[in-house]
């Protein structure tokens, strides 16, 4: 980590990890991994070491600028209880062809019940997003403009506008396109 991020091996613990994500990612970082840890702890006959979780997000080196990590964590081991105990991770920077802001990522899971674990990841971000949010969304895989929204709501363009912002934000999204194809991952649409 000392060559990547400019932290010791003592300083690179998992609270580091978590501490030097960047703050408009750890959000959705939180909720991702959350919701396989919490899959796999609820399986606990699933193996671990068949499974793992890639996710990019931005990261802040120890001189205060962010590169782009890709953290590939495979689960290691299980308390005799069946709760997470430990995990392998590999970071590697792909700043160099991947410089958004957008967190994306993936499980890797070949003996899991994928509907159970899809249940999961929305649960995990089902209160990302207000009720009117949910319906702007929606409204926004129709393809409609945000004067049409804001006719159907009942509600000043302006609103609308201001809402597509949070929105975007809170997905950490630059565009429609990309937020579209972020709620079909987590279930909204």
């Known amino acids: 980590m000392d060559k990547i991020l400019g932290y010791t091996e003592e300083e690179f613990t998992m609270e580091k990890i978590l501490e030097i994500a960047h703050p408009n990612d750890i959000q959705i970082v939180r909720r991702a991994t959350q919701a396989i840890v919490n899959h796999l702890v609820d399986n606990k006959k699933m193996s671990m070491q068949d499974t793992s979780l890639n996710i990019t997000y931005r990261f802040r080196k120890k ?11 495979s689960f ?11 995990n392998i991770s590999l970071l590697t920077d792909i700043s160099f062809f991947d410089d958004t802001e957008i967190v994306q990522w993936d499980f890797i899971t070949p003996k899991v019940d994928q509907d159970k674990l899809k249940e999961r990841v929305y649960a995990e971000f089902s209160s990302l997003f207000t009720v009117r949010e949910l319906e702007i969304i929606k409204l926004l895989a129709t393809n409609i403009t945000s004067n049409e929204i804001a006719k159907r709501l009942f509600i000043s363009p302006h609103t609308v506008t201001t809402h ?4 975007l934000q809170k997905a950490q999204c630059c565009n429609t396109a990309d937020l ?6 987590i279930g909204v649409l």
């Not at 081991?77 to 997470?84: D, I, L, Q, V």
């Not at 597509?164 to 929105?167: A, G, L, Q, S, T």
């Open 164 to 167: 597509r912002k949070n929105i």
């Open 76 to 86: 290691y081991s299980r308390t005799p209880e069946g709760k997470f105990r430990s």
């Open 63 to 73: 001189d205060g600028t962010y590169i782009k990590l890709l953290r590939q964590s």
């Open 180 to 185: 579209l194809t972020f709620c079909h991952k």
